[in-house]
């Protein structure tokens, strides 16, 4: 089965599910809650306190058993699952481009564990997981070929991925990806967090949460006052002009050629981004899970070239 999965900072995304990066482990088995996966003597469930960015999710097997649960979620709405037999698992993740070359191999080999399979509960159900593949892509390009029909006939565009942590920026020729002008800054949407965070504590004691600044951002019903949503506005448009700034300095400018905003972020932040004047008819892909279907593309292109080439070799 084809899984492809976004492990981001702020949140993970499969074809069917979004859920925040966030875990909580136990000894014992959880009071309430039936999402629960049991795996090596330890009991985990999801969280909406999102794990502190980590450059290399590698280092510990946080976002492994977040991978597990959202294998575990994938397996049960496509309505595969089996408790007798061992269910094969081909994976497709993906990286900012700026950490891909040096950071893909290890990626990879993080979630292929030697070849083992992997045995745990999920919803009280036995699962037995053998990955016999990982391919990993970059983030940005992936999301770019997700909305391939919608943006090739473009003769340049720029493709921004706002992300939890980073903005991954990909320029496109002729349909074609320019690895010159691609990169990813550390100045995604938990900065914003942070900052907002950091001054509502300062002028008013109060303790806001990112789902809480979400809210504001998205215009939905809230307790908060005037004062407080301006301030999250305010901050927001700062953030954006801040960024568009950024891409300037390296000598991007949106306000030729066609640019194309993916990500969580972009969509959080859309008011503000269309507000700018650094930026000329800018395109949204709206699905928070651009990466993931371009994961999927660029996995089964992949697999037809090497099933095409391996043909001409026989």
Known sequence: MLIAIDHGNKQMKTRNLVFTSGLTESDNPPPFGDSILEYKGKYYTTSEQRIPYLRDKTVDNRFYILTLYAIACEIEEADCYSEKEIMDVQLVVGLPPAHYGTLAKKFEGYFMRGGQVE????RGKPYSIYINEVMSFPQAHAAAVSVYGQIKH???LMVVDIGGFTVDYLQINNGKPDRSVCDSLEYGVIRLYNDIKSKINADFDLLLEESDIDTILQDEP??????IKSIVAAMSQSFISNLLGNLRERMIDLRTGKTVFVGGGSILLKKQIVATDKVINP?????ISANVRGYE???KSRKAKDEGYGRQEG
């Open 119 to 122: 045995e745990f509960k999920f």
């Open 154 to 156: 473009y003769n340049k």
């Open 297 to 299: 593309l660029l996995y």
């Open 283 to 287: 395109v949204f892909v709206e699905q």
């Open 222 to 227: 809230s307790e908060y006052d005037d004062k």
